[in-house]
């Protein structure tokens, strides 16, 4: 089924972006040329050279080596972000579309009250209750965002909870835990896929606003929507400063995004294959 994935020249553009920035990200403190958190007053908005590659900040810090550590939280929490969204959502979406009745209604009015808010403006109101602290945005997202996982997952449930293997599965005696992990899980593993490579963008973009609105991660530690909260104090002198925080961001989530798509029409059983 992944045949047409790998042929896919975007996708295995995005695949090198997203495996080449995780690289980076890992081995960070082996490849950045400077200390990204050394300041040099006297060297600030130096051009770029081959000791300052993307040149340096307003502090005079080198925004190469801030940019590679700042990879670690931009996409490591939003990782995390993800895991956490994405646990909590199969866990009860499964239950609810598995079990239905009362379990499957008290389970689903819940996800109905999260939904009916906008959930940035959820995660904000989250975040100012609990304080300003990336534990806090990571706990506020994943509150808000299991919601709308629970609810897709619900529905590939409930498509393969009355297929023949899961009946026969069930008339020979097995119990509901069996069934739910060695049958429920691996049938909708596909959509899992598409949906995680599709909300890891959303919660890279998710991140970084709240990094730069100032509510997530807080400076001077390197990230890159912290970075263009920075740079924004010196767009009108020298704004450049924004233009390397703001496109790395732009193209991994594009990455991700079209990742996703191309991981969607992959597995998508309807598709048609040469």
């Known amino acids: 089924?992944?045949?047409?994935?790998?042929?896919?020249?975007?996708?295995?553009?995005?695949?090198?972006?997203?495996?080449?920035?995780?690289?980076?990200?890992?081995?960070?403190?082996?490849?950045?040329?400077?200390?990204?958190?050394?300041?040099?007053?006297?060297?600030?908005?130096?051009?770029?050279?081959?000791?300052?590659?993307?040149?340096?900040?307003?502090?005079?810090?080198?925004?190469?080596?801030?940019?590679?550590?700042?990879?670690?939280?931009?996409?490591?929490?939003?990782?995390?972000?993800?895991?956490?969204t994405l646990g909590l959502g199969v866990l009860l979406g499964t239950i609810?579309?598995?079990?239905r009745g009362i379990v499957d209604e008290v389970i689903m009015r819940v996800v109905d009250i999260m939904l009916s808010f906008p959930s940035q403006i959820m995660i904000l109101a989250v975040v100012a209750l609990l304080g300003v602290d990336i534990r806090n945005v990571i706990i506020a997202t994943i509150f808000i965002k299991w919601a709308w996982y629970a609810r897709m997952i619900r529905t590939a449930t409930i498509k393969y909870a009355e297929m023949n293997f899961v009946l026969f599965s069930r008339s020979i005696g097995s119990g509901n835990l069996y069934i739910l992990t060695r049958h429920m899980l691996p049938c909708i593993a596909a959509e899992l896929a598409v949906l995680a490579s599709l909300d890891m963008g959303w919660a890279i973009l998710n991140i970084s606003t709240l990094s730069f609105l100032g509510?997530?991660?807080?400076?001077?530690v390197p990230e890159w929507g912290a970075m263009l909260?920075?740079?924004?104090?010196?767009?009108?002198?020298?704004?450049?400063?924004?233009?390397?925080?703001?496109l790395?961001?732009?193209?991994?989530?594009?990455?991700?995004?079209?990742?996703?798509?191309?991981?969607?029409?992959?597995?998508?059983?309807?598709?048609?294959?040469?």
Request: aromatic share 12%; with cysteine.
């Open 1 to 84: 089924m992944l045949k047409q994935f790998f042929k896919n020249p975007l996708a295995l553009m995005c695949l090198v972006i997203v495996g080449g920035t995780a690289f980076l990200g890992i081995f960070a403190p082996w490849i950045v040329p400077h200390d990204p958190y050394a300041n040099n007053i006297l060297n600030k908005f130096a051009s770029p050279s081959w000791a300052y590659p993307l040149g340096t900040d307003q502090l005079g810090r080198c925004v190469f080596s801030r940019m590679l550590y700042g990879i670690r939280p931009t996409l490591f929490l939003s990782l995390v972000v993800m895991l956490g």
């Open 96 to 99: 609810a579309g598995y079990f």
């Open 215 to 220: 509510l997530g991660v807080q400076a001077p």
């Open 229 to 246: 909260n920075e740079a924004k104090n010196v767009m009108a002198s020298n704004p450049e400063q924004m233009i390397v925080p703001g």
């Open 248 to 274: 790395a961001v732009v193209v991994l989530v594009g990455a991700f995004n079209f990742l996703g798509d191309s991981l969607r029409d992959a597995l998508d059983p309807k598709a048609v294959r040469s």
